[in-house]
C-alpha cells in the first residue's frame, strides 16, 4: 500500500516540527531566545522611561499653576480687603483709593487668565 499523497507532506512538516521541538527544549535555541529577551527587556525599560518623564510633566505643570494661583490670590488679595473694607465703611467708588483698589482686584484676574490662555496657545 502507497501512502496517500497528502500525508506525504504531512509527515515532513510533523517531522521538522517535532525537530524543532527537540531543539527547543533541548535548549539549542537560548541564544535566540536570549537577544529577544534583551530587546523587549530595553523597549520595556524605554517606555517606562518616557511615562515617568510624563508622569513628571504633568506633576511640574500641576504645581506651576498651584504656585501661579496661590501668587494671583497673595497678590489681589490685600486690594480685595481694602475695597471690601472702604465699600463697607461707607466710601464712594468714586474715591480714588477704592478705584484703585478696584482696577487692581479686575485687572489682576485678567492677567492671570491671559497668561494661562497664552501657555496653553504655546503648548498646542
Given amino acids: 500500500m502507497m501512502p496517500a499523497k497528502g500525508s506525504v507532506g504531512n509527515t515532513e512538516t510533523g517531522a521538522g516540527a517535532d525537530r524543532d521541538l ?3 527544549l533541548a535548549g539549542h535555541q537560548a541564544g535566540r ?10 523597549v520595556v525599560s524605554a517606555s517606562w522611561g ?5 508622569k513628571g510633566g504633568r506633576k511640574r505643570t500641576r504645581s506651576i499653576a498651584l504656585a501661579s494661583l496661590l501668587m494671583a490670590i ?5 486690594f480685595v480687603w481694602r ?4 465699600l463697607i465703611g461707607g466710601e464712594q467708588l468714586s474715591d480714588a483709593a477704592t478705584q484703585f483698589s478696584l482696577m487692581i482686584c479686575v485687572l489682576c484676574p485678567v492677567l492671570v487668565a491671559a497668561v494661562i ?3 496653553w496657545l504655546r503648548r498646542s
Wanted: charged share 25%; aromatic share 0%; net charge negative.
Fill in 74 to 78: 497673595l497678590a489681589v488679595g490685600p
Fill in 33 to 42: 531566545e536570549s537577544a529577544v529577551a534583551h530587546r523587549t527587556r530595553r
Fill in 50 to 54: 518616557l511615562m515617568q518623564e510624563q
Fill in 83 to 86: 475695597l471690601t473694607d472702604d
Fill in 22 to 24: 527537540v531543539t527547543a
Fill in 117 to 119: 490662555v497664552a501657555g
